[in-house]
């Protein structure tokens, strides 16, 4: 086994911490409504190639931030569900059923926080506002994120995938939503 360089090891860190070494992701609005929308400038990463990616595994690598993310939660089973009905749970049981789970040869999943679990909304789509190749079975509904509200501390932040929406006035202990778990790209 080859010995990591200091690049390779400062690589692995900024991933390990949540850094994005990519820089903001692209939204996904395509079109074009007008000159300097987004549709039109097209800033963010990837600039070329394909944003994700299937690891033929259960899983998706978003090449835009080295975060890799269970496909398709309902196939991890258990609390998730099944394939193609995936479960609902409150917000501490998100997290803890994030942090059990064992899959795709990885042990060390999450609940995502706000920021990250935003980076996989779509704005080109809707119903739901991802890209379904990638994510299929991602219901219409609220996905749990793992930031809490400040300052409410009894409500936590999640994505309405029907639209992409970003709410806060969920209530962790009584709400059910949607969980997608995520972890590091890299070990």
Not at 85 to 107: E, F, K, R
Not at 154 to 172: E, R
């Amino acid at each position: 086994m080859s010995q990591l360089t200091g690049y390779d090891k400062f690589i692995q860190q900024a991933l390990k911490y949540g850094f994005s070494l990519w820089g903001t992701a692209k939204s996904g609005q395509k079109t074009k409504y007008r000159t300097g929308d987004d549709g039109d400038l097209q800033k963010g990463y990837p600039r070329s190639g394909p944003r994700f990616k299937d690891n033929g595994d259960g899983t998706i690598t978003d090449n835009a931030t080295g975060l890799m993310w269970v496909k398709e939660p309902g196939a991890c089973g258990g609390a998730f569900g099944s394939p193609g009905s995936p479960s609902q749970m409150t917000w501490n049981n998100a997290i803890d059923n994030c942090l059990a789970l064992d899959y795709a040869g990885h042990n060390d999943w999450r609940l995502p926080n706000i920021k990250e679990l935003a980076s996989i909304i779509d704005y080109e789509v809707w119903l739901p506002s991802i890209d379904s190749v990638f994510f299929p079975y991602t219901q219409n509904w609220y996905y749990w994120s793992s930031t809490t509200y400040f300052p409410a501390s009894a409500s936590a932040w999640a994505i309405y995938f029907m639209d992409g929406s970003i709410d806060y006035y969920n209530t962790k202990t009584i709400d059910t939503f949607f969980v997608r778990p995520v972890r590091l790209g890299v070990s």
